[in-house]
């Protein structure tokens, strides 16, 4: 019984699941963070564009 409980603790296969749902869930959190960053600065871009067709 004491044995299995060490094996238990000592196993590390859980442990490196957790790490790479982690490290996705970061990616994912930064690329979401970009692709909104991009978004609003390219809205801009094309909203001053179009400001500037209609005034010409």
């Known amino acids: 019984m004491l044995r299995t409980i060490t094996t238990f603790i000592r196993d590390e296969e859980g442990a490196t699941a957790v790490e790479y749902g982690l490290m996705a869930a970061l990616?994912?959190?930064?690329?979401?963070?970009?692709?909104?960053t991009l978004g609003t600065n390219l809205s801009a871009v094309f909203n001053k564009i179009a400001g500037q067709i209609k005034v010409n």
Do not use: F, L, S
């Open 27 to 36: 990616i994912a959190a930064v690329i979401i963070g970009v692709v909104t």
